[in-house]
């Protein structure tokens, strides 16, 4: 698939300095930036489950351990 980004000054910019980062073309670092925010994205999701998990399932113990 091919796609054409219109890059303000700024963003080229941080782009080439990304590129020469991780020594890869332009094309490669901005797919390699991607997967790394979806990678993150995915690891908050999935501590925002945990903890909803754990405050909801062990309210009781939670409330025991913070009373100590």
């Known amino acids: 698939m091919e796609?054409?980004?219109n890059l303000s000054d700024e963003d080229a910019a941080m782009l080439d300095?990304?590129?020469?980062?991780?020594?890869?073309?332009?094309?490669q670092a901005l797919v390699e930036a991607m997967r790394r925010v979806e990678l993150k994205s995915i690891k908050t999701l999935r501590?925002?489950?945990a903890m909803d998990y754990v405050l909801t399932h062990?309210?009781?113990l939670?409330?025991?351990l913070s009373d100590s």
């Open 62 to 64: 939670l409330d025991k």
């Open 47 to 49: 501590l925002a489950e």
């Open 17 to 27: 300095r990304l590129s020469e980062q991780l020594g890869l073309p332009h094309e």
């Open 58 to 60: 062990d309210r009781e």
């Open 3 to 5: 796609l054409y980004v």
